[in-house]
């Protein structure tokens, strides 16, 4: 069996005070089924990537939510694994066809935050840390400016390294109609910026964000020979220790480093086949890192690598976050992971208009939970 | 591929204020390992069934957690569907299983309940139903006791007929030193208990209590003809509205239905081949629907099936809840449908002591989420 992207899309990312979960839901299935031309009727399965729903809404059960929301009584469950929510969604989703027990699944992304109070939103998202965290009062960003203050120290970069990410991925953002942030910004800009945790500046930070993404997964018999469209070559996950504290570094995050490798062989191919790819840059440090944990480049030349414009529209490659990732396109949880699979699907699908990035046939999503305790890699293949 | 049970177990379940969440898992884990006779360091994957660590805890990313607590560094992920959480970790093991992903899952499910204040107990679990409910004000005794009365009125049936599971299930849990309740009741004491949602009394209804359960799943080759040990011949879930006014019926679960259909076809077996099984007894009324809805009896006969003490150790079987049920044996929501595994495993590994079913060969369980929206079956076999 062979797992086939036969629909996928996601909402506008933003600020949407104006929408409830069951209307971005709506939306992002309307979209995603529409793609694949195929009638919510023939799902036959529904897995959900969420993480707030119950800390914030005070709702769990989401599957069975999401199939009453759609008017469709099929099986339906949530996954959850922090940030990495929708990545292992996918992954579930993709196990669930290759088991053969189901030949068409939904996977749903879902993630309703604005509406909260900081301090709520605040103190949901540190439900993704160790206990000794939360209770030293460690926020995330908090963690990833101590990731980021070990990485300047070892590899010698600036302050205004770290702000590359960020520039490059508001430009992509502009180009993206669905993105939260469609302003570009400067180096100087986001220096400008105040501090969140030193040395981390508010446009180093990825924003709250509301939304949702759907993607439609096939079941294709191996036997057909002739594969045409987009197929989900590899996923894989990995854990690390919750908290910081266990780990063996901070400059990196062997949790990637697994997923990646296991996902690399499994689809046969190395890191410099992929041409495009979504990573996960809830801060800017984060995107430095992902580089060099998918081996697009070497350790300590993240920095540089994204300054030299390799990953931007029109450089080298890979390019990353065409979307504008989690910085511009915005981070509701649990659709963020599932959001990349809808873009690499689109730019492997060659309908991205602007943000199109030339023959791209291989492209990667790299999804993160927590501060690197979770990882999931997947790899996607255009036939 | 075909899923053996390598080891299964739970810890005492009860009102465990001296162990946290992490003892618990490690209880569990210690027990199951043991059993299945391998070591930690063999499990390639975690599956975790867990509803309110976030609500209740602030704890989120329970995969990471508790490869973290279990000092191992492999893929893992929380899966959650309110009461039928555990049901659905072990859903998505076999499937992980039998896509080929992995060879041996760990399935953990664990709640950790008590510690907590009883109103806001209410309404974490309140977060399994549908909005229209919460807002009402409807708590779960409530929205069974709606299905309680129209069973009631329907089959003519009376409040000391709903006592008898209750009655059956504290026998039973008279024989589990692991059950939170130990002591056996009359259906006079039933009657006799306080109303908590009329007609349903205190002792119609299931406990709030701490636990873990653990179980070792094992991937075997079907090319290998000779099968010897437990097996899980189906594992089928299916969905219904979340709330009870979309619903075509009160006195019936059509997700319950719906999946055990699937599930005895994929065993290739009928109702009456089961010898023992674990049923979502989370109130009397709730295991009176199951005899029905699982075909162990007539539409209507339930009450009267149970009263005939077919259903209790030694009557004419199927020999149903020989745990104690949720009633006796305690309902940490997400690890319920883990110990319904582990509880069917051993008795059909003829290791029950007191309260062994004879010849048991085939087992179920069945793990119901909310008020009838997520319901899981799993068929068990011996070899």
Chains 1, 2 share one sequence.
Request: charged share 20%; hydrophobic share 40%; aromatic share 6%.
């Amino acid at each position: 069996m062979k797992v086939k992207i036969s629909g996928a899309d996601y909402t506008k990312f933003g600020e949407l005070w104006e929408k409830s979960p069951r209307t971005l839901i709506l939306e992002a299935v309307k979209k995603a089924t529409e793609e694949a031309k195929i009638d919510i009727s023939a799902i036959e399965a529904v897995y959900v990537g969420n993480m707030l729903s119950g800390i914030l809404g005070g709702q769990e059960q989401m599957g069975a939510f999401i199939t009453t929301v759609l008017k469709i009584k099929i099986p339906a469950l949530k996954i959850e694994g922090a940030c990495a929510s929708g990545g292992l969604a996918i992954h579930n989703g993709v196990n669930a066809i290759l088991s053969g027990q189901y030949k068409k699944i939904l996977v749903v992304g879902v993630e309703k935050m604005t509406d909260y109070k900081p301090e709520e939103i605040t103190l949901g998202l540190m439900g993704a840390g160790a206990d000794e965290e939360r209770q030293a009062g460690a926020t995330f960003p908090g963690l990833y400016a101590l990731m980021a203050r070990a990485y300047m120290e070892k590899y010698r970069i600036k302050e205004a390294d770290l702000a590359e990410p960020a520039v490059k991925n508001h430009y992509h953002g502009s180009l993206n109609e669905k993105a939260h942030f469609q302003n570009r910004i400067t180096v100087e800009q986001v220096l400008k910026s105040s501090y969140i945790a030193r040395p981390l500046k508010l446009l180093d930070c990825s924003p709250v964000s509301d939304g949702a993404a759907a993607v439609i997964l096939t079941g294709v018999d191996s036997s057909i020979k002739l594969r045409k469209g987009v197929f989900i070559e590899a996923s894989e996950t990995a854990t690390d220790t919750l908290g910081l504290s266990g780990r063996t570094t901070l400059t990196e995050l062997p949790a990637v480093q697994q997923a990646q490798k296991k996902a690399y062989k499994k689809a046969g191919i190395l890191p410099n086949d992929i041409k495009v790819a979504e990573v996960h840059d809830c801060f800017t440090i984060a995107e430095i890192m992902a580089m060099e944990d998918l081996g697009f480049c070497q350790k300590g030349e993240g920095a540089n690598f994204i300054k030299s414009k390799a990953t931007t529209l029109g450089g080298r490659g890979p390019i990353i976050n065409t979307s504008g990732g989690l910085k511009a396109c915005g981070h509701p949880i649990g659709a963020t992971g599932v959001k990349q699979i809808a873009e690499i699907f689109h730019q492997l699908s060659n309908v991205c208009g602007e943000r199109q990035v030339k023959n791209a046939k291989i492209g990667l999503t790299h999804n993160v939970g927590g501060s690197g305790a979770t990882a999931v890699i997947n790899i996607l293949k255009k036939y």
